[in-house]
């Protein structure tokens, strides 16, 4: 079992910057990628971002050049993984519940039956 807790979420102006982390405990030997998802209101979920375990990353169109991805991966036996997303120059469409991913494969987007996700954190960007 892999347990995702997201932080950092919050209500920003137009043009401000957030950081959000994802905490991941558990068996976390298991994960591979890791990455974010956002979904808004009568919207479909979207990745926002991924970070594979050898920390190649992608982007979703709409945030290239604007976020980036990073993540933290442990050394040793105490199992704990965090992935950020950095969130720069945000817009009123960026509005959502982002939500953290972990998959079992270095491919964040394949849905396999070993994906944890995390409750999400709403941002607001909003003047």
């Known amino acids: 079992q892999v347990q995702l807790v997201e932080s950092g979420g919050g209500l920003v102006q137009p043009g401000a910057s957030l950081r959000l982390s994802c905490a991941a405990s558990g068996t976390i030997f298991s994960i591979r990628a890791m990455g974010w998802y956002r979904q808004a209101p009568g919207k479909q979920r979207e990745l926002v971002a991924g970070i594979t375990s050898e920390g190649r990353t992608y982007y979703g169109d709409s945030v290239k050049g604007r976020f980036t991805v990073s993540r933290d991966n442990a050394k040793n036996t105490v199992y704990l993984n965090t992935v950020y997303l950095q969130m720069n120059s945000l817009k009123p469409e960026d509005t959502a519940v982002y939500l953290c991913?972990?998959?079992?494969?270095?491919?964040?987007?394949?849905?396999?039956?070993?994906?944890?996700w995390g409750q999400g954190t709403q941002v607001t960007v909003s003047s």
């Open positions: 991913k972990s998959s079992p494969y270095d491919n964040i987007d394949w849905v396999t039956t070993g994906d944890y």
